[in-house]
């Protein structure tokens, strides 16, 4: 059990179009999803949280209008990079934590990730 | 501000030896800990989870939890090729109203050296 999907896994688009990744608990619930970003031999980067059925809380430094997060369900997240440009060509990864009732240190578990190119 | 420290190598062991992979954390509210190996241009895979102090043993891994020492470690037993990565410790930490969140060390480059 636990496993997390993303998709695509990867997309190459024209600067100034808007990407869409989807990320998705398979068999589990997840009250809440991450979104991370990571650069080739950096660190990963936390850019939000996202709770089902509330906004996201976003990462200082993360720009909240370029890019947009949505959880619309227990098992289901999506990230859209909007107006893409080449400096936002990264990995992204996102990470589902599995809901336990009465107990907050749940193991995170994630995705494969989606590596976007933006030209 | 929370911090999670790890060296960040390479580590580099023959193998068949045993590989030992250290991490110490700042806050001392953390209660979860886990351990997560990554493979260069793959998403990290959870490897080791550890809540209690002492040793937690799941096949050729066993970690270590010293929360008076602020110290998490995971020792890896018969190392492989295969094994090579990096491992990213990972503490979970309160980050307000009611939420938790990880943190990671930026991680510990393993090379098995066959």
């Known amino acids: 059990g636990a496993v997390v999907s993303q998709h695509p896994s990867r997309v190459i688009c024209k600067s100034g179009t808007s990407v869409k990744i989807e990320c998705r608990s398979l068999?589990?619930?997840?009250?809440?999803m991450f979104w991370y970003r990571q650069f080739p031999k950096k660190s990963l980067m936390l850019m939000a949280t996202s709770n089902e059925g509330s906004k996201a809380t976003y990462e200082q430094g993360v720009e909240k209008d370029k890019f947009l997060i949505n959880h619309a369900s227990l098992t289901l997240s999506t990230l859209t990079v909007t107006s893409a440009h080449p400096e936002d060509s990264s990995f992204y990864i996102c990470?589902?934590?599995?809901?336990?009732?009465?107990?907050?240190?749940?193991?995170?578990?994630f995705g494969p990730g989606t590596r976007l190119t933006v030209l | 501000q929370k911090e999670v420290e790890q060296n960040s190598g390479p580590l580099s062991v023959p193998e068949g030896a045993i590989a030992s992979l250290n991490c110490t954390y700042s806050d001392r509210g953390s209660q979860s800990f886990f351990w997560y190996r990554q493979y260069s241009g793959k998403s990290p895979e959870l490897i080791m989870s550890i809540y209690s102090n002492g040793d937690k043993e799941d096949g050729r891994f066993t970690a270590q939890l010293n929360k008076a020492s602020q110290y998490v470690s995971l020792l890896i037993r018969d190392s492989q090729p295969s094994d090579s990565a990096t491992y990213l410790c990972a503490v979970n930490e309160y980050s307000g109203a009611g939420s938790y969140q990880l943190t990671f060390g930026k991680g510990t480059k393993l090379s098995v050296i066959p």
């Open positions: 990470s589902a934590r599995r809901w336990h009732l009465e107990d907050p240190d749940n193991e995170q578990f």
């Open positions: 068999d589990f619930q997840a009250t809440t």
